[in-house]
């Protein structure tokens, strides 16, 4: 049984920056690839960043690319966000995602989900 944990998400003001955490276990991390991906109420879930197992491939949304960082600690079983000079339109729950088989910008192809956690960014 895999089971994905997000954390660190709350109220910050426009301009502040968070970090995300990912905690994962059941089975090894370091055979997944990573995704986060965020949903704000009455919208779309929105790809916002992966990473594939190793780190070498990233991919973020055009976006958000110049102020969101991916990361991953194999060895902890951890991975993370940063998100810089957060804007009100960030407002959104965050969700960790983790893929069997490849790393991927689209939502249906990841297998395993957290709970999300709550980003609000006040003006």
């Known amino acids: 049984q895999v089971q994905v944990v997000e954390s660190g998400g709350r109220l910050v003001q426009a301009g502040d920056s968070l970090r995300l955490s990912c905690e994962t276990s059941?089975?090894?991390?370091?055979?997944?690839?990573m995704g986060w991906f965020r949903q704000a109420p009455g919208k779309e879930r929105e790809f916002v960043a992966a990473i594939n197992d190793a780190g070498g491939l990233i991919y973020y949304a055009d976006s958000l690319k110049e102020r969101f960082t991916i990361s991953r600690d194999n060895a902890n079983n951890v991975g993370h966000l940063q998100m810089n000079d957060l804007k009100p339109e960030d407002t959104a729950i965050y969700y960790c995602?983790?893929?069997?088989?490849?790393?991927?910008?689209?939502?249906?192809?990841?297998?395993?989900w957290g709970q999300g956690t709550q980003v609000t960014v006040s003006s």
């Open positions: 995602a983790l893929s069997r088989i490849r790393v991927s910008r689209r939502s249906q192809e990841y297998d395993y």
């Open positions: 059941g089975r090894m991390f370091s055979n997944f690839a």
